[in-house]
């Protein structure tokens, strides 16, 4: 195989984590992310979320923080709203029901939430033999690669304050949000409109990692408790402080995720320029190109990819992940080989 | 801090898996643990417990590994038999109960099972107002530092299939009880006398992760969703692959928990010359002294370890854990220092 | 209020089951359905059933009988599939999720499910990152009054045998769909095309009481554990045996249903003849015509019923619903009322 | 047979109970508890226990309440303290721990708990890696037919108060803790001292029923969508109603249990006269005769009652229970018996 779109996680670490964790191998520290790294890690997601007060933790993987994060929220007839693209709702192989809690999914195809959306699943859950939805999740980047800018996420906390529901950000893909065009994201801007995200790192360049952030006083007593429940807590969880440490120092989370981004509009405009169209408008690095059966069977070999949906008997739709070792180069070869048996 | 005798897993990794990690860094691999080096890995495991039809699965922790199988093998009536000092028991904030299963607690002071202990639980629990006892929770080496032997595991399995439950092996320092003095245990003895068992690394080198080995049939289906379900799915599963390979090349693995004891024979020599009893005869890398409690605020500043209980107004037992990379030195340094205060 | 037409339980009991109660009142008999009353209704039910083997246990609701059977046939990683309008999915208050298990939806204004809608739920569900779908529930007659015939039942239990997916019916309104007109259905014909169904007895005239019975080997063993472990063991099971031997004696049970179905052909023929048109075309005893909304405001302070869904600014659906003891004086003076403020 | 000894709930119900059944039968009604008997009888049961912002719900049976208050009560990672012998923790089929809670038991023979023994557990749960205590759980009388008297629920109160840990008391047998000589209980002192209770029915001559009393602001909310999801929301509660409305009118409630204590007296003295003695002291109307093996032998075919627990080889202890039908008759003609086999 010539290279593989499939996925932002292909690849092992930014090489500079590596020097980290082998700089401080063998240093003695305590367990379960209550070393020097984790701390410093910590203080620096709180500056720059601008929130000093903000409870930060470490866990290896997305599903593990939603279900944390959600069973944490929750009491038991509590549900969650979200869009029926939602990793929870679709990829997580029932986390979060196994948590106890039933997710209310809309369908709107651009993978986002809107407060009529919200305010519907709320007008039709009104007595005690229905659930009672209580948080919002929605994921920035979505799964479909869309970006709710800082504008929309303000408009969705201010309803969601209003009407008592917590909102809660999946930021598996966090950098690519937050590097899109136009978004106007920044930790700040995020951490001040919900009530807990996390900063994904997996998807950007960390060996494993995401930094859970919440801000909702509400929400942080006995997390820790939830999380070794959960077996989410990590007896070295040194190796997150490191990572996050290097990540953040210099910028270099969101450097990795601007690159990701802009291979992924190297690669769109390529393909619009031979004439392909899209499901959804590209914005950050997963996109979703549509093309001829018979073109995808010429290049699955070479090229690794998943087939998102069937368009019709003829075209079907494929997602197109770059990543943050994704090189002009890799995206020039797929462009021209596509070009030559178009 | 001179030393920290608190746990085995107070230092990163062993530096041939970080030269692992950087060699294979950039290589484009699956993700989910179905990478090449995880498919190599799994094959090693098998070849070891020579048991070709095994199935291997690599999670990040202790807690994860138990509360995943544990809800893979019982029916929501069912419960788990354990030592009262069983780590699921005691250190786990619930994480079996919160898959829905009480555990039936024997208390002995060995911290281990007999088939008696195993037979009263059966015979008090005969009909549906009660829990159904389905599984037998041990590990190896225990909490308490004691080892069941090959001949041991051998009687209790023999038992367990005779009564139609599952023996299943919390292996957090397998390592430790491979290399006890006369154990009879190695991968190919256990993994003969349970229905399965997790190798652990995270206690003995590595950066994180431990590996399931199930062997009974009735116990392998569907695993990987029951993983996915809990968070215990991790995208980079390259990094077990990549460890487990380290390991169990060369022997490496036992290498290190072989050192592990000795340096832990030597503390309980030295001790035991200084006049100390132990609340039990140690025979791994956890060791249980009784220190008079003005020695222990002596040491305290010096020295990391936990308080296990206390014996009477004057003294109390301590546990001291030595690791791969305690040295002779820090043995010699300590049992110096504690001479002279004495 | 002249009669309420919002459910078919706003009463008491047919007199005979309080004669029965009354009679056998002081007798000492085993608690917890181990009684001679409960063995002899077993027994009933399997003669009327045509399956001698069959299993049957007697719970207070249909909730109740729901999320202990459908907690007892799932692994955790497995989910249910249901029409999006199942009291599972909407007005059990997340009961379903509460035990672990996701439901994936199917919409179809019917209220049922046909082969094609389960395999589509099967073909989008293909590995470990999603639930795996193992249970079709179904209601007979469903909660929007339709009724899936002998026939259709056979042709779901055919696919779901293939396709190894147990078929389950809620019988919360079973009595209904026996009598309904051409359904073709008895109690032999469908325990013969599903592996667990409950006859329920609470909507046809019980105080309380569903009896669930189950025709699949697999999903008997254990079954008063689980129902025990969720609280559904009622300790004077007594009157559940009584009940269900008075309604079963003289084809009581379903005399009574057959009355309720025929009070809801002469409401919805008289709606017809008034001009009303139907969401759905009426089959069993609950019924959903179109009022304009200023005639809903007229009649319901005198009439009972609930309102549906919304059609459009100036008219809406409601449910009306006939039970055991609705008489022909209660139709007719409700059409006559409604006539006249025409 | 000549009579049963085995529990209290192996009757039918009071006849005035099937009286007022019959009587209000065919009234229409709203269902699950909304009812005008419901009502009525919540208002009742708020006026004796001089609380009028009480909340009253009815459920089943104790099974039932205990996991819905219990799952209502607790965050995931918080746990239950409870004597070994209570009745969730041995004979409720792992109900709390299927809500997903861990209990933590006390041994203690007389089926109590004290102060020092909570505070035992406190101390013993110190950090994340453990459950974190949260409610206290007692059986008023207890499972060995002890009685906590007002004095001592009060000061457990205050100390749990004090500790922020939730009382709940299990109420199946409160009549007979109510009416045990000196016990200075009533449904007013026993709501003052405890966060919630449920008031008995099925063992003091209902055919079904409890009702759960919440005194603290902090459990009342939500409360019927807990008892929705876990199927404890009966469609006809009114005939929880029109029963507790029925018993306690007139102090029937009390009387029955008043006799039935009388009966157990009557039974212990004359045991006692024929040179038995006793596991514990009789309080309520469980007592805990221990008899010869032999004697046993020779009434079990005419009476019936269930072996507690071996003493020896020649002796156990048995569990004899007099209920609100058992006549003076009953006692002297066993006794007679006994004494003529000795």
Not at 178 to 201: M, Q, R, V
């Amino acid at each position: 195989m010539k290279y593989s779109f499939r996925n932002d996680y292909s690849e092992g670490c930014h090489p500079k984590i590596l020097e980290a964790l082998t700089k401080h191998n063998l240093n003695q520290e305590d367990g379960y992310s209550e070393d020097i790294y984790c701390n410093q890690a910590k203080q620096l997601i709180q500056e720059k979320c601008n929130q000093s007060d903000a409870d930060v933790h470490f866990l290896t993987g997305g599903t593990q923080v939603n279900l944390t994060l959600i069973a944490h929220a929750l009491r038991p007839y509590e549900s969650v709203i979200a869009n029926e693209m939602a990793h929870i709702a679709t990829h997580e192989a029932g986390a979060i029901e196994a948590t106890g809690h039933k997710i209310n999914t809309i369908s709107r195809a651009d993978g986002k939430l809107g407060t009529d959306d919200i305010q519907a699943v709320l007008d039709a859950h009104y007595f005690e033999h229905m659930v009672a939805p209580k948080l919002v999740f929605i994921s920035n980047s979505t799964e479909i690669g869309t970006v709710y800018s800082a504008e929309e996420l303000n408009e969705l906390y201010d309803f969601c304050k209003k009407n008592n529901l917590f909102l809660y950000i999946d930021g598996a893909r966090l950098g690519a949000a937050i590097t899109a065009k136009n978004s106007g994201l920044s930790l700040e801007t995020i951490s001040a409109n919900c009530d807990a995200f996390y900063i994904g790192g997996t998807k950007n360049g960390f060996l494993l990692g995401e930094a859970l952030v919440i801000t909702n006083d509400k929400l942080k007593s006995h997390l820790r408790y939830q999380m070794k429940q959960r077996g989410a807590l990590l007896a070295k969880g040194r190796i997150f402080g490191l990572q996050f440490q290097t990540m953040l120092e210099n910028d270099l989370y969101n450097s990795l995720a601007k690159h990701t981004n802009e291979m992924a509009k190297m690669l769109s405009d390529g393909l619009r320029n031979l004439g392909f169209s899209f499901l959804i408008e590209p914005e950050t690095n997963q996109i979703f190109p549509i093309f001829p059966v018979e073109i995808i069977k010429k290049i699955e070999s070479d090229y690794g990819f998943y087939i998102w949906e069937a368009i019709n008997s003829e075209t079907a739709c494929v997602r197109l992940v770059t990543s943050w070792q994704t090189k002009t180069s890799d995206i020039q070869t797929f462009l021209k080989d596509l070009s030559q048996i178009m």
